[in-house]
């Protein structure tokens, strides 16, 4: 009897699986990452950033100095000076200890929501959120909640009505990624003052508070509440993306957990990478290397300030003014939808995200994302004006 | 009001974390990890094979030729022509596009365990099997059960018995961690014709099949029943395990949620090391540079084998002869506990691992593994001796 006459494989996928979907943006990229399309739609760094001397000179010194224990199996916490240099980057007192390397930030909340998430779990999020993180935790089958909000952050009404039995609050206060809002000085305070007295613990993630323009942002919510705060941060903004490299800070009675759900991920990251970026981080490197990121961007966030600012008069269109980072939110005007904008753009050669991917509610229709950091100023000129001329196409009133 | 004056932070668990567990292995390697200590615990492939200067070499290659796109972000998928390269080595006709690239193949067990695994679903194993896809299962918390089994492999009345409604089977078919067992030409033709006979899928994970000390194992089950199964792989053993790579080939049926998964996890391995593994691999590098490996594995084996023949004269020990891969398991006589022996053999500094965390269910406590590629051929002869030692010590007889 061969294999090919019997009925098929029974192939049986878990419940959790019905709740995974493709990246909603990796199908957008997909169309729109043709020749010719200037993209504000993905959210890549400017490879122009990226330290490639540098890298190259640490690869040949940590395969001299020690190439065999670089290519070995290695301890699933991290290599300690990196989780030593972590710790020491930090603005508030952290040991290693509490410092656990992961493969991206992307893999902490996998981690955090395989610890912290039962199915049915209550997780409560900005409005709107990082949509990676959305699906971080998606297959662990939480309730997702959206914290009301505005421009300034979230509401504390909201938050101390929801915080009862959720199992977190994720926040990401600086340069959001998708809206990229800053929470202040009091909006901070106040959340933190809030978590503290309902008990909520915060998850914050970091990935790009190095990247301000004008002046850093306020302290880290971790550093007002360290036992009530998981900390993510990662490299992929200041040094490189490719080498997937990032951490997560947890209080002692989180951290155990999440190491046994690191080791059962992935055993390690990649130890070789560890060393390559603890390598090029001696000697202050990211104090001379990251104010160039800073220029970069805020030259290139200017550029599109600038050209919204000429192209959409008279559109009823609105935007911010993010203080870093390399997003920017705009909202399109009343009966207008983004989704549906965005065949129109990409017709005239120019793509974005539309916002609702980024709602765990309710999604705002008029919003859309704009990256300002991948195409070059002369891009994002000619782009805007694009997008500008899809809009005139496509309101309402024309 | 200071946070600190108010009640702590409410971190509550998820029911799984109840049941991620530090790794016996890892704990036991605490121990006997220290200076002086004669270890045949570990899994570690010996650093004196890993191709320091090819991976040298390579990185200035990868980064000259092409840095920023090496450490930009990349596809979730993989990189494309490690997709190609991995397809071509393969023995059955493998399409890149059935090729996930994982963050070591540690990393496939997560995403499989994800993918197919609800809570209370029975998932079915070798007895014993691999730890590490215990723990990898662990928070999906599946019902694990072993399958009966002998040296020649498992028991199909038995699986046949337990296939219904289990989600899969995984098996390791070559050289198996930990009891070094590899399936003949008849078991993985009775294996591949009792899950399609019951529908059941394999999980076939295959990192030691390339290291075989004679002749090439028989051909994989999922080159017999292509449409039946997930094959993993790894790059950790033919070139090196730091750099975390592996894959997974996985049926179109499979492939789309595999990749949701994976995406959710880590966003996708590091690149870096994806163009760096395809560099190396040029040229027919894996044909010239495996051979070396083989030869030093097998005189290691010998020498274990030698050595155990010499020491354990009439202490009722009883082992088996490897094919090939890193790992010899033995059997205490009755009434001894391999666990409560190795305080002694460590005492004696010599260390191994009590085969019990290798079970899903009643344990079988005589067992141990041993691994005899870390230590020398010296420290073989000297290790197997002190052991043979402690076991005289230990005997109910003595």
Redesign the interface.
Known sequence: ?K?ND????????????AR????VI?EILKVTEQPGIISFAG???S??T?P?DA??EA??RV??DD????????A?EGWGPLREQVAAMLPWPVQPSQVLI???S??AL?LVG??????G?RVLVETPTYL?AL??F???EPVVEGVAGDASGPDMDDLRARAPGA?FFYVLPNFQNPSGRTLGEAQREAL??T???????LLEDNPYGELWFDQPPPAPLAA??P??CLYLGSF?KVL?????LGWVVA?P??F??LL??K???????????QRLVSEVMKNGFLDRHVPGIRALYRRQRDAMLAALEREMQGLGVHWNRPEGGMFLWARLPAGMDAAQLLPRAVARGVAFVPGAAFYAGEADARTLRLSFVTASADEIDRGIAALAAAIREHAPSA
Not at 67 to 74: N, S
Not at 195 to 201: F, I, M, R, V
Not at 240 to 244: E, I, N, T
């Open positions: 009897m294999p019997l009925p098929g494989t029974r192939w049986t996928l878990a419940q959790r699986a995974m979907n493709p990246s990796r959210g890549l760094p490879a122009r990226f490639v890298f190259a690869c040949a395969l001299a190439g065999p224990a670089a290519l070995q199996y290695a699933s992961t493969t991206g992307q893999q996998d395989k610890v912290m998430i039962d199915a779990s990676g699906q971080a998606a297959p662990m199992r933190v003052e978590a503290a007295a309902t008990g909520l613990p007002r509440l036992g009530g992929s490189a993306p490719g080498l997937r209080p009675a989180l155990p957990k046994q759900a080791q059962a991920a992935d055993l390690h990251t990649p130890g070789f990478n």
